[in-house]
T-cell receptor, first 112, second 112 residues
Framework: DAKTTQPTSMDCAEGRAANLPCNHS???????VYWYRQIHSQGPQYIIH???NNETNEMASLIITEDRKSSTLILPHATLRDTAVYYC?????????????FGQGTTLQVKP | DGGITQSPKYLFRKEGQNVTLSCEQN?????MYWYRQDPGQGLRLIYY???????QKGDIAEGYSVSREKKESFPLTVTSAQKNPTAFYLC???????????FGPGTRLTVL
């Protein structure tokens, strides 16, 4: 699996956009970028994924750079309930096992 | 509602005892996964199964065993050989043609 690098922690004011970066410089051409989040003491929750085009759903937007070596997850209007650990994951493209490798992620603290 | 259930939420056992954690899904997903999470860390893969009656070791399988006799169920046994079993255990499933894993609420195991 491609290695990902994320900041350990970030703060965001409630109502503002939260921009969470991820570096994945060794990503292969057929590997997707996935984002999950984990609220304290709960199971992780899928947020969004993408290959090379920017993606948006009801939860977030995913911006992937043209060289695909980094991406940014955007929560457009962060709420206190968005406080969680956010994981950026790049599963091995040649594998169809679905295995995910979780790093330590970014702890996002949304403050009032 | 479709989903993944894990029971119990909290489990206490004495050192040296085997314990089995339950994971059931009614999503008709083929693949199921067991992860372990230690405080402040990401998830680590213990075992996974892509089809009934078949399973593979993950990154930290020593001291654990699984079975997959039914599509809906993937129980994990933490044996006395697991040297540090106290952790948060998460089960997940993945449907064919889907991209995201669905996680259960987790079981927090404490070995006294």
């Amino acid at each position: 699996d491609a290695k990902t690098t994320q900041p350990t922690s970030m703060d965001c004011a409630e109502g503002r956009a939260a921009n969470l970066p991820c570096n994945h410089s060794t990503i292969s051409g057929n590997e997707y970028v996935y984002w999950y989040r984990q609220i304290h003491s709960q199971g992780p929750q899928y947020i969004i994924h993408g290959l090379k085009n920017n993606e948006t759903n009801e939860m977030a937007s995913l911006i992937i750079t043209e060289d695909r070596k980094s991406s940014t997850l955007i929560l457009p209007h962060a709420t206190l309930r968005d406080t969680a650990v956010y994981y950026c994951i790049v599963p091995a493209g040649s594998s169809n096992t679905g295995k995910l490798i979780f790093g330590q992620g970014t702890t996002l603290q949304v403050k009032p | 509602d479709g989903g993944i259930t894990q029971s119990p939420k909290y489990l206490f056992r004495k050192e040296g005892q085997n314990v089995t954690l339950s994971c059931e899904q009614n999503l008709n997903h083929d693949a199921m996964y067991w992860y372990r999470q230690d405080p402040g860390q990401g998830l680590r893969l213990i075992y996974y199964s892509q089809i009934v009656n078949d399973f593979q070791k993950g990154d930290i399988a020593e001291g654990y065993s699984v079975s997959r006799e039914k599509k809906e169920s993937f129980p994990l046994t933490v044996t006395s050989a697991q040297k540090n079993p106290t952790a948060f255990y998460l089960c997940a499933s993945l449907g064919q043609g889907h991209n995201e894993q669905f996680f259960g609420p987790g079981t927090r195991l404490t070995v006294l």
